[in-house]
């Protein structure tokens, strides 16, 4: 029996909430094809939505200002915003790439 301890950096998406879409985009759209849901799916997944989130940080600064770390420029309400639209985007990969998967195996990877 190996000792390896597997240590996850904290993630951005919720992993188990994932995996039940995936499974449930799977059921409707592709007949329960796929029971299983892969680490490197996962992953891919993470990694997507860390892209998405890289993009949305402003590449200049304004009259060469630096930012300043504190001060909170938007409201609760701009936050929930982007929360939403954050699911959204989350959603549409999720979606994406189990409709992309070829229908081999019972295990969605990447």
Known sequence: MSDTII??????????????????????????????????????????VESFIRKLNPTICIH?????????????LAREKLESRLNDVTRAIIFNKVMRHPSVGCTLKD
């Open 7 to 48: 240590e996850r950096t904290e993630s951005v998406i919720n992993r188990s909430a994932v995996k039940t879409y995936a499974l449930g985009i799977s059921a409707k759209h592709k007949a329960g094809k796929f029971t299983r849901v892969s680490e490197d799916f996962l992953t891919a997944v993470e990694a997507e």
């Open 64 to 76: 060469g200002e630096a930012p300043q770390a504190d001060y909170l420029f938007i409201t609760k």
